[in-house]
């Protein structure tokens, strides 16, 4: 079956500590991105790859890092998460940067 | 002015209404439209894929892009109660670099079908 997996699904966390979001797919997609949505702000881009080793920034980079060693896998890390940072996360890839996205099911971060 | 603007709702109507949903912009470069549904606590799914101006129908969905005005419309015919999400419009440009060059999202609009 074709799909994004994401892991965890739900994390609840401390602030400073160190954390990252997997995020995998099966469709050989070049395109890779992260989003976060927060209620009365929508989904916003964090960082997204155009391919392997092909990063860049979104709309609220800060505080997030990304890496892209295999096509397949697109981590977000969280280096010293903050309480600003609890938010619902949601990993896309897609063809393209503008063809149609593929959402994984949403990791739901609280940092306290 | 907000690059995508989308009235949240929320929207309620009967079972087997017409539902319409809008969303204006504001950047001409933008030349993808598309619309996603999403489930409570669900990831967006791609509903509706559009190039340009112009309509697109997709069983009980439409889709219109009117660039001119740049306002775009997704009409759902014969809403079920399975209907029932909040609908994202989304839009990016064709070259890269500047605002149109990641995918933007409107805010949403919730959408309710009573049985």
């Known amino acids: 079956e074709a799909q994004v997996t994401q892991n965890p699904r739900y994390l609840i966390t401390v602030t400073g500590k160190k954390l990252t979001v997997t995020c995998s797919q099966n469709m050989n997609h070049e395109y890779m991105s992260w989003y976060r949505q927060d209620p009365g702000l929508g989904l916003r881009q964090i960082y997204y790859?155009?391919?392997?080793?092909?990063?860049d920034k979104g709309d609220v980079p800060e505080g997030y890092k990304v890496s892209r060693k295999e096509k397949r896998n697109f981590p977000l890390i969280l280096e010293s998460p903050s309480p600003n940072q609890t938010s619902l996360y949601f990993c896309?890839?897609?063809?393209?940067?503008?063809?149609?996205?593929?959402f994984g099911p949403g990791t739901r971060l609280t940092v306290t | 002015q907000k690059e995508v603007e989308q009235d949240p709702g929320p929207l309620s109507v009967p079972e087997g209404a017409i539902v319409s949903l809008n969303c204006t912009y504001s950047?001409?470069?933008?030349?993808?439209f598309m619309w996603y549904r999403q489930y409570s606590r669900k990831g967006p799914e791609l509903l509706m894929y559009t190039y340009s101006s112009g309509n697109k129908e997709d069983g009980r969905f439409t889709a219109q892009v009117d660039k001119s005005s740049k306002y775009i419309s997704l009409f759902i015919r014969d809403s079920q109660p399975s209907d029932s999400a909040t609908y994202l419009c989304?839009?990016?440009?064709?070259?890269?670099?500047?605002?149109?060059?990641?995918?933007?999202f409107g805010k949403g609009t919730k959408l309710s079908v009573k049985p």
């Open positions: 790859s155009m391919n392997v080793e092909v990063t």
């Open positions: 950047n001409s470069a933008f030349q993808y």
């Open positions: 989304a839009m990016i440009g064709r070259d890269y670099g500047g605002s149109q060059g990641n995918l933007i």
């Open positions: 896309a890839s897609s063809l393209g940067r503008n063809r149609e996205q593929y």
